[in-house]
């Protein structure tokens, strides 16, 4: 088992940033690729961007390439999403999550096998 908690959120007004944290526990964090996810109202769930166990290999879906930047500190248990350049249209519940493989973070959640409790992130314009 692996116990997910995302923190950072917040409101932030149109072209600020937010810097979103994911502390895992329980197995060995470096076994898992972590993925964020978020949940705008009314959409269904969305892949924002995932890296392997180590951290040498990123995704990102192509709304957020060039903004948000995606890292983890093995030692601290801790994966980031820092976001840049923050666009209304990224108001979301924002979701760290475990894949259940380590070199890669696939886009489909179904992979994913453990979930945070979300983070709420509200961009003004």
């Known amino acids: 088992q692996v116990q997910l908690v995302e923190s950072g959120g917040g409101l932030v007004q149109a072209g600020g940033s937010l810097r979103l944290s994911c502390e895992a526990s329980?197995?060995?964090?470096?076994?898992?690729?972590m993925g964020w996810f978020r949940q705008a109202p009314g959409k269904e769930r969305e892949f924002v961007g995932g890296?392997?166990?180590?951290?040498?290999?990123?995704a990102y879906v192509d709304s957020v390439k060039g903004r948000f930047t995606i890292s983890r500190d093995n030692a601290k248990n801790m994966v980031d999403l820092q976001m840049n350049s923050l666009k209304s249209e990224d108001t979301a519940v924002y979701y760290c999550?475990?894949?259940?493989?380590?070199?890669?973070?696939?886009?489909?959640?179904?992979?994913?096998?453990?979930w945070g409790q979300g983070t709420r992130v509200t961009v003004s314009s």
């Open positions: 999550a475990a894949h259940r493989y380590r070199f890669i973070a696939t886009t489909n959640s179904d992979y994913y096998d453990y």
């Open positions: 329980g197995r060995t964090f470096s076994s898992y690729a």
């Open positions: 890296i392997n166990w180590n951290g040498t290999n990123t």
